[in-house]
């Protein structure tokens, strides 16, 4: 497959995630402020930022890509600190607080259906990524991996919290995917130094 299919397929994958995380955002926030639950309220702000980041690389995938770059993946980075610093403040205050897991249907059929949906789209993203030399690509793939680690993470704590009454189960597995969330901030962040660098050496030898 040549440059611009792959350019192509990775406008139409990240189009999708904004159309999906738009829609599962809001049925989230919508059904969390009805039913007074924070934890689906938070579902809708890790939508945000994930569509948030789909932005990122449409924007980036567009023309002047290769202009774009450096900066597309400072904001990808941005993003992943603020996924971070969310699922942070939310494990750690469950941990401090004691919190039982929100076993809302909602939130279940949210997670369930989310995992199922994006496991491919992140497959597809990474393997789009790599193929076109895109590391903006590939590090927003790495961002819906994530997303799916913290739905898998909610699924796991309602049934060992239900079989065992391991109600710290969901935070504590939040809490250490939140570090490899900060570690794959600080590696786009560093890509993208590396690229500008990069850049100026080459403007410099012209």
């Known amino acids: 497959m040549n440059s611009e299919a792959l350019r192509?397929?990775?406008?139409t994958l990240a189009w999708f995630i904004v159309g999906w995380?738009?829609?599962?955002?809001?049925?989230?926030?919508?059904?969390?402020?009805?039913?007074?639950?924070?934890?689906l309220v938070g579902f809708g702000i890790d939508s945000a930022i994930e569509v948030f980041a789909a932005l990122v690389v449409i924007w980036q995938l567009r023309r002047?890509?290769?202009?774009?770059?450096?900066?597309?993946?400072?904001?990808?980075?941005?993003?992943?600190?603020?996924?971070?610093?969310?699922?942070?403040?939310?494990s750690?205050?469950?941990?401090?607080?004691?919190?039982?897991?929100?076993?809302?249907?909602?939130?279940?059929?949210?997670?369930?259906v989310a995992t199922a949906v994006m496991i491919p789209v992140a497959i597809a993203q990474k393997r789009t990524g790599e193929a076109l030399g895109n590391q903006v690509l590939v590090a927003q793939s790495n961002e819906t991996w994530?997303?799916?680690?913290?739905?898998?993470?909610?699924l796991l704590g309602l049934g060992l919290n239900a079989l065992f009454g391991w109600w710290w189960a969901?935070?504590?597995?939040?809490?250490?995917?939140s570090l490899v969330a900060v570690r794959e901030g600080w590696?786009?962040?560093?890509?993208?130094s590396e690229d500008s660098e990069e850049r100026e050496g080459e403007k410099d030898s012209v």
């Open 8 to 11: 192509k397929r990775g406008l």
């Open 21 to 39: 995380d738009i829609a599962e955002g809001t049925i989230a926030v919508t059904a969390g402020l009805l039913a007074g639950s924070i934890a």
């Open 64 to 90: 002047n890509g290769e202009q774009r770059y450096a900066t597309a993946l400072r904001l990808i980075a941005v993003s992943f600190f603020l996924l971070a610093g969310y699922v942070i403040y939310k």
């Open 92 to 112: 750690v205050s469950d941990l401090i607080n004691a919190s039982q897991p929100d076993a809302s249907p909602v939130g279940i059929v949210l997670a369930a």
């Open 146 to 154: 994530i997303s799916n680690y913290l739905s898998i993470s909610l």
């Open 170 to 177: 969901d935070p504590l597995v939040a809490f250490l995917i």
């Open 187 to 192: 590696e786009a962040w560093r890509d993208a």
